[in-house]
C-alpha cells in the first residue's frame, strides 16, 4: 500500500510538473507572436513598380525604371539604352498610355499644381514631373537616380501620387525655361507607371 502511495504521488508531481511547463511554453508562444505582429505593424510598407519603357518616335531608345517607395519618400532609378550620345529630359506624363508611334497619348506633363514648367525644386515652380536631364554615354547608355518626398505610390492624393502616369525620355535636354515643356524634343522612350 505504502508503494502505491509513493507511485500516486510521483505521478501526481510529474502531472503538475508537466502543466506547468505546457503553460510557460503557451505564456512564451503568445509573447513572441505579440511582438512579431507588433513588429510587422510598426514596418512601413515598401511599395515598388517597375516601369518598362520601349522605343518611340522611330528611335532605338529604350530602358526600365524602378520606382520605390519607403519612410516617405520614393526613390526612381532608370537606366537606358539606344540613346543617341549626349543630354537627354525625362519627365513623368499625364498619362500610362504610350500606346501612339510618338508617345502623345501619354500627354503633357504631369502637373497637378499648375505650376509653370521649370528645374526640379526651382522657387520660381516646376512640374511634379519635371526630373531634368540626364547623361548618355558614347555607347548610347544611360542612367539616372531621383529621391523626393513630393510623389508617392498608389496614395488617395490625386497631387503626388504616380500610379497611372506615363515616364517620358526626349530626344534632347530640357532648357528649364520653355514653355510649357522645356523644349527637349521628341519622345524617344515611353512607359507606364503602373501597379
Known sequence: MKNYAILFSLALTLGFTSCKN?????????????????????????????????????????GSAVFKEEDGKVTMTAVF????????????HENADCSADDGTSAGGHWNPTKEQHGKWGDAAGYHKGDIG??????????????????????????????TGKGLIVHQGADDFKSQPSGDAGARVSCGGIIE
Open 22 to 62: 505546457d503553460k510557460k511554453d503557451k505564456e512564451v508562444d503568445e509573447v513572441t507572436t505579440t511582438e512579431t505582429t507588433e513588429a510587422a505593424q510598426e514596418a512601413p510598407a515598401v511599395k515598388k513598380i517597375t516601369v518598362k519603357l520601349d522605343s518611340k518616335s522611330g528611335s532605338t531608345a529604350k
Open 81 to 92: 539604352e539606344g540613346l543617341k550620345p549626349g543630354m537627354h529630359a525625362i519627365h513623368i
Open 133 to 162: 536631364n540626364f547623361q548618355a554615354d558614347d555607347n548610347g547608355n544611360g542612367t539616372i537616380t531621383m529621391t523626393t518626398d513630393e510623389w508617392c505610390i498608389g496614395c488617395e492624393d490625386d497631387m503626388t501620387s504616380i
